[in-house]
């Protein structure tokens, strides 16, 4: 998802970092998530960059601001209607932040979106739809917006650079066997109830690469 | 033309000069100034050729600023000003009043009305001399006194003595209202009526008293005619229309009843009646300098001539330590007794460009500090560092040698003596505080654990393999968490610092490493749980506490492999000094072909700019009863000078910006 993105918006001045989705769904809707961004492959820039002030023009969050953030926003995350169980934790050692929490129905993964940018104030016409039908079929709808695309376009060559070599992973799980997978990206376990989708995060912000995703399960 | 630009235009016109003598305007530096700066133009132009200064972009900046107020020139060295003889400021203060002066030699005075005065109102003051005033766009800006005759022009910048004005005696003299804003806010919150502000509004006439003469202690005496009308009255009849007003306000009173807009033009009129007041002053100080001319000056003292150096660019001299700090701080230091202050007498500083650029400057010690200090450095730098240090390969190198136990046993009663003032109404506090310290701390024992010298070398940037946790998953897409490595650059330093004491750092390691705040490697420990991002290892090794980055140097420190190679050059200076540093600018560009800069324009600037410096040095010495400062940096041999040196960087920098 991309509110994992969000959250960690004044941590991308490492490279090569990782942005997780993993997201457990029962026949009746309900599941879990997991969200995870791991930032260890820039730990050594990341740990000089936090002993600054600022850097390249962007205030340096402190650990706590970070903490203090993160809390804040498990508990609007907890106030969602439908979300329940939400847990968090920063390892500042490797730089990995983890945000697990339980949903009643994937509809309800919708909120969770909206309130992510509500909380950093990003007006985002990126939009994801998350859908199960009684038919079986689970919808990931991402609708792109162009202007992120020209936003990181105007962005200064060592701003962008920190976007190389992240990658973006979404993993679905289902209780039944998968019998369809729409992307062409995507992988099917050896299970045959899993689902893996994995871009490179410059081809989701400018477009290249959509991750909607449509799942037909048995 | 604004004050700021005319010093610098006139600052660059120094640098164009044919040599030539004339008066020296050293002989108008009164003895009671705090200090002098002497502009030594002729050096200069010794060192560099006019032709080639006029061609840099310093001197193509004057040419542009003229332009730029409309003044028209055949060429740089036609304003009237003489290039030919130095040049000097001095400040000097009264319990009213501090003034900045600089004194600027003329070669030709109408040609200078001409061009750097076109426009002004000029005022004949008799006598040969004339005098025009910049006065700030607004009511808080500086004012500039200019006064000249056919030989110099003295330049004044006049600022009140803190708190002068606040004196309510002073201030009624002048009809200063001194309303301050809380004064406002309150009386608004208690009377928040119309009517209740009618006592607030302009006076139109001057209803407060004021002194048939006003005096001040440079003993100057004005008579309140002397004052401008709008000044006096604070009823301005300034056009403000310039002014930098918020919309809806102005200078009237009660402007839809907004109090904040009155209290802003109230507190402006006080600020112009100052203003007008430091203005007759200064004019009033210029006549008593013409009247005092001949009645000594600061280049009779032989701390004045000890300090000036024929061959230096620039020499400045303090007359007094404690001089300086009451003019700086006068609220702060005015409160602390002579014994107090560290320095005592005259500071001299000269700054040479012969090869390379040279500012040396020294100081001397009060006689209550001579011998405290001379016990707490009275050591020398440890040899056994020497071993450590590779200067072909070091970006910097600092050193101190100092000696722990006489500080810890010293500074306590000199902290009282200095600080006691300071520490109003405590300094019984304070001094039961530093003689319990004395008490309790064992001197002696902290000398053994840390001498008190010790050596920071900074080797430049080291490739280290880095850990790094890397997701990947199973066939089933269950996260698997990978460990790797990945090269990554990290500072390279190396501090050392001697210690007698190993049993204290064995105690303090061990009991660390139980609690799992080091981790052992045998002969030397890592620091664990930090937030820096590269690893610190200690090490107790031959009398040396040893701190670094690096794991593979202190592995070959800790097994006697490490095989250092110190120049002379750097051994003498941390031998001979009580501080020095040493800055390898050659090698710094080295270690940018490793840096990962962001892009290739920002690679070549930085190549180019350190490719164009050679070394710095700093040292400090202690002789006696003399404090010497030096800084030196090194001219690459392909400049004449270090003057050539500094226009082709300024000339670079500005291509590159």
């Known amino acids: 998802m991309s509110y994992a993105v969000a959250i960690l918006g004044c941590l991308l001045f490492s490279s090569c970092f990782q942005l997780v989705e993993d997201i457990t769904i029962r026949k009746d809707g309900s599941g879990s998530a997991v969200l995870m961004a791991n930032f260890s492959a820039g730990r050594q820039t990341l740990a000089s960059v936090m002993l600054l002030d600022s850097v390249q023009g962007h205030k340096v969050p402190s650990r706590e601001d970070i903490q203090r953030e993160l809390k804040a926003m498990a508990g609007e995350l907890q106030r969602v209607d439908g979300i329940s169980g939400v847990s968090h934790s920063v390892d500042f050692d490797r730089f990995i932040i983890r945000i697990s929490f339980s949903f009643s129905d ?113 | 033309m604004t004050t700021p630009r005319f010093f610098f235009i006139i600052g660059v016109l120094f640098l164009l000069v044919t040599p030539a003598w004339g008066q020296d305007l050293s002989n108008r530096i009164p003895p009671d100034a705090v200090g002098a700066v002497k502009f030594n133009t002729p050096r200069f132009f010794e060192l560099v050729e006019v032709d080639e200064f006029a061609r840099s972009w310093l001197g193509e900046a004057f040419v542009r600023l003229l332009d730029e107020d409309g003044i028209e020139q055949a060429g740089l060295a036609d304003c009237g000003i003489a290039l030919d003889r130095a040049a000097y400021m001095y400040a000097l203060h009264t319990d009213s009043v501090r003034f900045t002066v600089f004194l600027w030699p003329i070669s030709d005075s109408e040609k200078m009305m001409s061009t750097l005065f076109y426009g002004k109102e000029i005022a004949d003051l008799g006598g040969g001399h004339r005098q025009t005033v910049d006065r700030p766009d607004y009511a808080y800006g500086k004012t500039t006194v200019y006064t000249w005759d056919e030989s110099v022009l003295t330049v004044i910048l006049p600022e009140q003595a803190p708190g002068y004005f606040d004196d309510p005696a002073v201030a009624s003299r002048y009809g200063i209202t001194n309303r301050s804003y809380y004064d406002f806010y309150s009386d608004y919150s208690d009377s928040p009526g119309q009517d209740a502000y009618s006592d607030y509004g302009f006076r139109d006439e001057a209803d407060v008293e004021s ?194 136990q006489a500080i810890l046993e010293e500074l306590p009663e000199l902290l009282g003596n200095s600080y006691g003032a300071l520490a109003w109404p405590y300094e019984e506090e304070l001094g039961l505080v530093t003689e319990a310290f004395s008490l309790l701390l064992d001197e002696a024992a902290v000398g053994r654990a840390l001498r008190g010298d010790g050596v920071f070398v900074l080797n430049g940037l080291e490739e280290q393999d880095v850990p790094f946790t890397h997701y990947d998953w199973d066939e089933d897409y269950n996260i698997i968490e990978v460990d790797s490595l990945r090269k990554e650059l990290v500072p390279d330093f190396l501090l050392m610092l001697s210690s007698d004491d190993r049993a204290l750092y064995d105690r303090y390691t061990a009991y660390a490493v139980t609690k799992g705040n080091l981790t052992d490697h045998g002969r030397f420990v890592e620091v664990q749980n930090t937030n820096m991002p590269f690893s610190l290892y200690l090490a107790h090794h031959r009398g040396i506490l040893f701190v670094s980055t690096s794991l593979t140097k202190m592995e070959d420190i800790v097994q006697d492999r490490h095989k250092g190679k110190m120049a002379r050059h750097h051994r003498r200076m941390l031998r001979q000094n009580t501080a020095a540093g040493v800055f390898n600018v050659a090698n710094l560009g080295k270690e940018l072909d490793n840096a990962q800069l962001n892009t290739l324009e920002r690679y070549l600037m930085l190549r180019n700019i350190f490719g164009s410096m050679g070394d710095m040095e700093y040292r400090v010495r202690i002789n006696g009863r003399r404090m010497d400062h030096e800084f030196v940096s090194r001219t690459p041999s392909e400049y004449p000078n270090a003057i050539y040196q500094l226009i082709s960087l300024v000339d670079y920098a500005m291509e590159a910006m």
């Open chain 1, 106 to 218: 994937v509809s309800k993964l919708n909120g969770v979106t909206d309130m992510v940018f509500r909380q950093f104030k990003i007006d985002s016409k990126n939009t994801s739809l998350y859908s199960l039908t009684n038919a079986g079929r689970f919808s990931r709808q991402y609708q792109y917006d162009p202007e992120a695309g020209k936003a990181f376009s105007r962005l200064k060559p060592e701003d962008r650079k920190v976007f190389e070599g992240a990658s973006y992973t979404s993993i679905y799980r289902f209780d039944r066997a998968v019998s369809h997978v729409s992307h062409a990206l995507a992988k099917t376990a050896s299970s045959g109830q899993s689902v893996m989708l994995q871009a490179p995060v410059i081809d989701v912000i400018t477009g290249k690469i959509n991750i909607s995703n449509h799942i037909q399960l048995k």
């Open chain 2, 211 to 404: 002194a048939d003469v006003l005096i001040d202690s440079v003993g100057v005496l004005v008579c309140v005619e002397a004052l401008p009308e709008d000044s006096r009255s604070g009823n301005s009849d300034t056009d403000t229309s310039d002014w930098d007003w918020d919309e809806g306000r102005g200078t009237d009173a009660n402007v839809d009843g907004d109090w904040y807009s009155e209290y802003e033009a109230l507190s402006e009129a006080d600020q112009r009646i100052k203003d007008s007041v430091l203005t007759v002053w200064t004019t009033g100080y210029f006549q008593q300098l013409l009247a005092n001319a001949s009645s000594g000056t600061a280049a009779e003292k032989a701390s004045y001539a000890d300090a000036l150096n024929d061959e230096a660019i620039v020499s400045a001299w303090i007359r007094d330590f404690a001089a300086l700090y009451d003019f700086v701080w006068p609220e702060i230091f005015g409160s602390m007794t002579g014994s107090g202050f560290m320095y005592t007498g005259a500071m001299r500083l000269n700054a040479f460009a012969d090869k390379d650029l040279r500012i040396t400057s020294s100081m001397d010690i009060a006689d209550p500090w001579v011998r405290p200090i001379g016990r707490m450095y009275d050591r020398k730098i440890n040899r056994k560092y020497f071993r450590y240090i590779d200067s072909d390969e070091i970006i910097g190198i600092y050193g101190f040698a100092a000696n722990t």
